[in-house]
């Protein structure tokens, strides 16, 4: 099952669901339907351990592992 993050747009707060590709829940901090889904939000360190793991997962199938450093984000500067 995908974890979708998602950014209410009325109380700016980030939330997590678990949710079809084409639905939009409303916000469980205020009840809001304004929300954005975020695609490719940086996962928080230790949080979304198993997102990341499972992207590495991905990219090792894709084989492009080097782009996940051991910081876990791969820094554009
Ligand atoms: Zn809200």
Known sequence: M???DFHCLACDRV???I???DVLPACPHCAAEQVE????MPAAPGKSAGIIASARR???QE???SNFG???KAGKT
Request: proline letters at 5%.
């Open 70 to 72: 051991s910081s876990g």
């Open 37 to 40: 889904k975020l695609v490719s």
């Open 63 to 65: 084989g492009h592992l």
């Open 2 to 4: 995908p974890i979708y």
């Open 19 to 21: 949710v079809r590709a």
């Open 15 to 17: 939330f997590e669901r």
């Open 58 to 60: 991905r990219a090792a």
